[in-house]
């Protein structure tokens, strides 16, 4: 074995070598290869900055900038002809506007746009200065508070969420109370018409105003209706039971009405929180009675015999969910770290009691230290255990997500949020300082791709078993143990290639700076055969003296490309991670073992069947021996018929687009934008095929495509197609 190979195994075995050993991580600023293409997030569109919309219906309570600017020309495109020259300057505010929040601005929308605009300082003509005029109030129709990819962000945009949520319920209950309010009033006053006092002279006064009372002569009124006798009046107990009602309604505090004193709702720990609700649960239960006792005053259906014991049981017991489920919802945003001791009995207490509020819990480092005495990683361990632990009570909401993917959430948060009873969302924000240059929208998003953090979904509201109520399709290729990415780069020759690359718990753990010793860089004169993807070695079971060495390409701040091979401790790792991985596949119905055992005893059934009938006696089936054995090789068809892919025709990854202008520069009638700003091959034949191979070269994120040549006589087609053989 050649000295390098030697210390390459030793540092792989050990992450340890002698003085000849690869080169350390530390301080080379490498990150990993697939990372590449993001190294400036303002360039690009992608979901964030969010804008939180001021007083928005649920549905667009939070909207990507880039949403937002979309919609926003498409209204303002169709007034004007300078629609190209308009949508060229919206895409410049919003970068500037993505700069901006990036670099830690919060403000409003509006203001945002008014300081981007002075620093973009367009000069503009009076019809083009009206376009703009257009955009801008389109905009700022949409106005609300800009928020980044950042830790306080998922706090931030769930509290927004949770307040849009409890005004749509304020709305409703004023509504209700409101309503029992005059009705239960009018008893009173028709009682009040109906009484001796009703009818005295100044109570008669009283009710026809100053305008005309010197048309009446009310002590002769008063006298006529004496003399009148009226009946139905209330009875003493019903009158004090009614005004009770009545102050009751009038002084509650949980949806408090402007310029009165509110109860809180927000809290930052589940101890406070839930002593809270305690203390206010005599006040719930006497609001609770009197929106009861008014309606069935209001029907004239209240019995004192009847309904006095069932409140006496109501006060003893408590509400239950359908009572809560009308009274404001409290929030919790809490630090996984401080879910310990007494804050961990407290979000224990309150899930298992399935009290209305909804608790984040938000992780920055999920990379925590090795667990003491057995060298593992507790990779989101605490989060991990919390989701579980909500999941296995049965009737608590749980979602779990990387913050770089809540903007796609909106529909699952607002679920939460509108959920009758308890709901735990697990956030990881990626927003720690072990990551080095590494903005927490990448750390975030490599945490979902690499499965250490992975998105789920539990709804018991969804259905009545696990297929319905629990949803794993909001990660990346779910059915995939990695994602898979095609990475294009030029090699040492100058050659470009381009090769598909699994995206693992190894690529994550590099982009941590605290576990550069568990890498080492080999030198290019070292590079050979015996450097392997690490997702092999995952899938291999090592024994003895690994022939192969899990590697990694990564890259440094000049985007050249380097190689690093990884120690045994995070292949075990990214094992343990896979393994986990498989497990929320089984339960989300991807590979169910129970399914596929089920399936092969099928097939196996199927298959005995047919051969039964191939067996049947000759004389029964005219048919030759050579035919009969035909049925048996048709399952094979369906596979034949796949290997005809791929297709030919030329296409691009349109949901992977920047949006960078490169193609459409080289050729507008074969490269249009869609609807999303995103680049699509629209007629294959308005162009070459070298326009085609060009385009391909030029992409910045390596998603163009060029097939096969449409013209087999262009020219120079034996390079191009030389050319485009690393992006088939």
Not at 285 to 302: N, P, Q
Not at 366 to 387: N, Y
Not at 593 to 616: F, G, I, P, T, Y
Request: hydrophobic share 45%; proline share 5%; aromatic share 6%.
């Amino acid at each position: 074995m050649h000295a390098e190979i030697q210390t390459n195994v030793a540092f792989h075995l050990t992450a340890r070598s002698p003085v000849e050993a690869p080169g350390a991580l530390e301080g080379l600023g490498l990150r990993p290869a697939l990372l590449a293409a993001y190294r400036d997030l303002t360039r690009l569109r992608y979901d964030f900055p969010l804008v939180l919309r001021a007083n928005a219906s649920d549905d667009g309570v939070f909207e990507p900038l880039s949403g937002l600017i979309d919609r926003a020309l498409e209204d303002v495109a169709r007034a004007g002809n300078d629609a190209e020259r308009l949508r060229a300057y919206a895409l410049r505010l919003e970068r500037e506007l993505r700069a901006m929040a990036a670099s830690g601005a919060s403000a409003s929308l509006a203001a945002l746009i008014s300081d981007a605009e002075r620093r973009l300082a367009v000069a503009a003509t009076d019809a083009f200065a009206g376009s703009l005029g257009r955009l801008r109030a389109a905009l700022e129709k949409a106005d609300g508070e800009v928020v980044d990819c950042s830790a306080a962000m998922p706090a931030r945009l769930l509290t927004h969420a949770w307040r849009a949520v409890q005004r749509k319920k304020a709305g409703a209950f004023h509504k209700n109370v409101d309503r029992l309010i005059v009705k239960l009033a009018d008893i009173l006053r028709a009682d009040l018409a109906r009484s001796e006092s009703g009818r005295s002279p100044a109570s008669l006064k009283a009710s026809v105003g100053t305008l005309h009372d010197e048309a009446f002569d009310f002590e002769t009124m008063s006298r006529f209706l004496a003399a009148v006798s009226v009946k139905g009046t209330l009875s003493e107990s019903r009158r004090r039971r009614i005004e009770s009602t009545l102050a009751t309604l009038k002084a509650q505090r949980f949806y408090a009405a402007p310029g009165a004193e509110a109860l809180a709702f927000q809290f930052d720990s589940c101890a406070s929180a839930l002593r809270a609700f305690r203390e206010r649960v005599p006040d719930l239960i006497r609001l609770a009675k009197a929106i009861t006792v008014a309606e069935l005053e209001i029907e004239g259906e209240f019995s004192a015999l009847r309904h006095d014991a069932l409140f006496d049981k109501l006060a003893a017991s408590g509400l239950d969910l359908r009572d809560l489920a009308l009274f404001p919802d409290y929030l919790v945003c809490v630090g996984v770290d401080d879910v310990r001791a007494l804050e961990q009995d407290a979000l224990l207490e309150i899930l298992a009691g399935g009290l209305p509020m909804k608790i984040l819990v938000q992780s920055d480092d999920i990379l925590e230290e090795p667990l003491r005495g057995t060298g593992h990683l507790a990779v989101g361990t605490r989060s991990r255990q919390l989701a579980s632990m909500a999941i296995g009570m049965n009737d608590v909401y749980v979602l779990q997500s990387s913050s770089s993917h809540l903007a796609r959430l909106r529909e699952r948060i607002l679920k939460a949020m509108r959920y009758s009873g308890p709901a735990l969302i697990s956030v990881f924000s990626g927003a720690n300082s072990h990551s080095g240059e590494l903005p927490p929208y990448l750390v975030a998003a490599a945490a979902m791709e690499s499965r250490a953090f992975p998105a789920f979904t539990y709804d018991p509201a969804a259905g009545p078993d696990w297929a319905s109520r629990f949803a794993l399709d909001d990660n990346p290729q779910a059915e995939r143990d990695w994602p898979l990415h095609r990475l294009a780069y030029e090699d040492a020759e100058h050659q470009r290639v381009a090769a598909e690359v699994a995206f693992t718990l190894v690529d994550f753990v590099a982009c941590d700076l605290r576990y550069a010793g568990d890498f080492a860089k080999v030198p290019r004169a070292n590079w050979s055969g015996a450097l392997v993807p690490a997702a092999e070695c995952v899938d291999r079971e090592a024994k003895g003296v690994p022939d192969k060495l899990p590697s990694l390409l990564m890259v440094d701040g000049e985007n050249l490309l380097h190689k690093v091979i990884v120690d045994d401790r995070l292949v075990r790792e990214a094992h343990r991670c896979r393994e986990m991985w498989h497990h929320l596949q089984e339960l989300g119905g991807i590979h169910n073992s129970h399914a596929e055992r089920l399936l092969a005893r099928e097939r196996k059934n199927w298959d005995a069947a047919r051969q039964s009938e191939v067996r049947a006696p000759a004389a029964a089936v005219e048919v030759a021996a050579a035919p009969a054995a035909a049925p048996a090789a048709a399952p094979a068809a369906p596979a034949e018929a796949e290997k005809e892919r791929p297709s030919d025709e030329p296409y691009i990854e349109t949901p992977r687009c920047s949006s960078c202008d490169e193609c459409t520069q080289i050729n507008n009638k074969m490269f249009a934008y869609d609807a999303n700003k995103q680049a699509r091959i629209v007629d294959p034949s308005a162009g070459t095929y070298r326009q085609l191979v060009e385009a391909a070269e030029s992409c910045q994120v390596a998603i163009i495509h060029p097939g096969k040549p449409k013209n087999p006589n262009e020219a120079g087609l034996e390079e191009l197609l030389k050319r485009a053989e690393a992006f088939l």
